[in-house]
Structure formats: structure tokens, C-alpha cells
């Protein structure tokens, strides 16, 4: 009797044990609805009523290796010049090692596009005197022509677009008790060659810039992070 009850104690014991050392999500408490929240029109720009098709993202109720997001945005704006500007918003509640944010370099090589250029972006100002968020400006071709595309990865409080770097982070914040957030903010434009790009990286930069300071604090906290 007297082994039973002890073998039992030993049960709870080891059932809180586990219960304390599992990582929680404790980045996000509350995550406002995209849609509902980031402006239909900003500064110069306005939403366009039928968007462009974009390269996708992937979406599900239930995030898998192929469906990492929570939510997604898609959506097309123009400014008075003329100028169209696509942008992508994909957030995941829970970055993992198997689940996180897919790179957008590896979304375009596995939809037919071609990789030209991928450098560093810094995205200074948005966050104020904080650290610059750390992007990147990627230049991808296809057979009709190709995109301009400005873009940041947020996990938890990591700007990285280093996989293993990132795989580390999540790490140490899985030792730290926490599961991290993520995102992915895109802004994208038509191209018909490669030297067009130079020319639009500003655009996209200073329209990422506008949206982030146009949007709801809520909101702005998932776009980014200090």
C-alpha cells in the first residue's frame, strides 16, 4: 500500500516537473487580425481592389513544415505616381526548429523563379533610435520578367536571416521556457530586367517604413520587435 502511494507521489512529481520545464508561448499574449488592422490606405498609398497574384505563402489552421503561418496577408497598393507594391504578411505563433517563417529566397526558387541578387537590407528609423532591423533585397528572375522584393524575418526578438543563427535562437528560447513568435513582412514589385531593381529597393523600403508607422501599436508589435 505504503509503495503504491509513494510510486504515485512520484507520478505528480514528475508530471509538474514536466509540466514546469515545457517551453510556453510567451512572447504573444494577443494577436490582432491582419486584416481587420493594417490600413487599406497610408500615406501616398491605397489598396488596389483585385491584387495581383503573388508568389504564395503557405496558410492552414493547424501549422505543418509546409503551413507554418497563423495568419497571412496578401494585398496590392498604388501611389499617386502610379507605382504598385505588393505586400506579404505571414505570422506564425510558435516558431519551432521543425516550423518556422520560410525564407522568401527558397519560396521563389520552388515556384520557378531564378535568384539574381540577395544582399543585406537595413531598415533604419522604423524602430526609432533602436537597433536597425536586419532584411534583405532580393532580385528574382523568371521567364516573363521578375520582382524587386524587400522583405524582414522576425523570430521573437531575432532579425536573422542566418539558419542557423535563427535555430539557435529558438533554441536558447525553448531552454528559457518560451516558444517565440515569427514573421514575415514583404513588400514586392514587377520587374521587367534586373536593372529595374536598383531603382525600386527605395520604394519598397519607404513603403514598409509608412505601413509599420500607419498601423495599430498591436500590430506593429508583430510586424517588429525591439
Known amino acids: 500500500m505504503r509503495s503504491a502511494a509513494l510510486m504515485f507521489c512520484?507520478?505528480?512529481?514528475?508530471?509538474?516537473?514536466?509540466?514546469i520545464s515545457t517551453p510556453r508561448l510567451t512572447t504573444v499574449d494577443f494577436a490582432p487580425n491582419l486584416e481587420d488592422t493594417v490600413p487599406r490606405q497610408f500615406?501616398?498609398?491605397?489598396?488596389?481592389?483585385?491584387?495581383?497574384?503573388?508568389?504564395?505563402?503557405?496558410?492552414?489552421?493547424?501549422?505543418?513544415?509546409?503551413?507554418?503561418?497563423?495568419?497571412?496577408?496578401?494585398?496590392?497598393?498604388?501611389?499617386?505616381?502610379?507605382?504598385?507594391?505588393?505586400?506579404?504578411?505571414?505570422?506564425?505563433?510558435?516558431q519551432r526548429q521543425e516550423v518556422k517563417i520560410h525564407r522568401p529566397d527558397l519560396?521563389?526558387?520552388?515556384?520557378?523563379?531564378r535568384v539574381t541578387s540577395l544582399v543585406p537590407a537595413s531598415y533604419k528609423g522604423i524602430l526609432g533610435n533602436a537597433q536597425?532591423?536586419?532584411?534583405?533585397?532580393?532580385?528574382?528572375?523568371?521567364?516573363?520578367?521578375?520582382?524587386?522584393v524587400a522583405y524582414w524575418i522576425r523570430i521573437g526578438n531575432l532579425y536573422s536571416e542566418n539558419a542557423m543563427e535563427s535555430r539557435i535562437h529558438i533554441?536558447?528560447?525553448?531552454?528559457?521556457?518560451?516558444i517565440p513568435d515569427?514573421?514575415?513582412?514583404?513588400?514586392?514589385?514587377?520587374?521587367?530586367?534586373?536593372?529595374?531593381?536598383?531603382a525600386l529597393f527605395p520604394v519598397l523600403d519607404q513603403f514598409l517604413a509608412d505601413l509599420y508607422l500607419a498601423s495599430p501599436n498591436d500590430t506593429r508589435a508583430l510586424m517588429a520587435r525591439q
Open 132 to 148: 536597425p532591423i536586419n532584411g534583405k533585397h532580393m532580385t528574382a528572375m523568371d521567364s516573363k520578367g521578375g520582382e524587386a
Open 43 to 94: 500615406g501616398d498609398w491605397t489598396e488596389l481592389p483585385n491584387p495581383y497574384v503573388q508568389v504564395s505563402l503557405s496558410t492552414g489552421n493547424d501549422p505543418t513544415m509546409e503551413q507554418p503561418y497563423d495568419q497571412t496577408l496578401m494585398r496590392s497598393y498604388v501611389n499617386s505616381k502610379g507605382q504598385r507594391v505588393m505586400l506579404a504578411l505571414a505570422w506564425g505563433k510558435r
Open 182 to 198: 515569427g514573421v514575415l513582412v514583404r513588400a514586392s514589385a514587377s520587374i521587367k530586367n534586373r536593372t529595374d531593381a536598383t
Open 10 to 19: 512520484g507520478f505528480i512529481v514528475a508530471g509538474v516537473a514536466a509540466y
Open 171 to 178: 533554441f536558447n528560447e525553448g531552454i528559457a521556457g518560451r
Open 107 to 113: 519560396c521563389y526558387v520552388a515556384q520557378g523563379y
